[in-house]
């Protein structure tokens, strides 16, 4: 088994741009930079999918920071919601 390799960021992004202009193929593109294709694919899924952390600013926060505080936040609801069914019950007996 041979040793991985590992590519800067760099790169994957040059690559990841690439495929998504769509100028070339990406078997063209795995020729021409000596990356696998489902390599390709997954950086250009990568890209796509966390595209808007460029524009987040300093202190953004990633995409599961906001859903781990969506998650907290309907998980805040739901009890809140439950304790004043109780309260709602209790008060017309």
């Known amino acids: 088994m041979g040793i991985r390799k590992q590519f800067p960021n760099e790169f994957k992004a040059r690559v990841a741009l690439a495929a998504l202009k769509g100028d070339k193929t ?28 460029v524009f987040s600013g300093p202190g953004g926060r990633t995409a599961t920071e906001y859903k781990n505080e969506i998650d907290e936040l309907h998980k805040n609801i739901g009890q809140i919601t439950v304790e004043n069914n109780w309260l709602k019950k209790k008060l017309h007996l």
């Not at 078997?27 to 390709?40: C, F, K, M, R, S």
């Open 26 to 53: 990406i078997a063209e593109l795995a020729a021409e930079y000596q990356v696998h294709t489902t390599q390709i694919n997954a950086w250009k899924a990568a890209l796509k999918d966390r595209a808007f952390e």
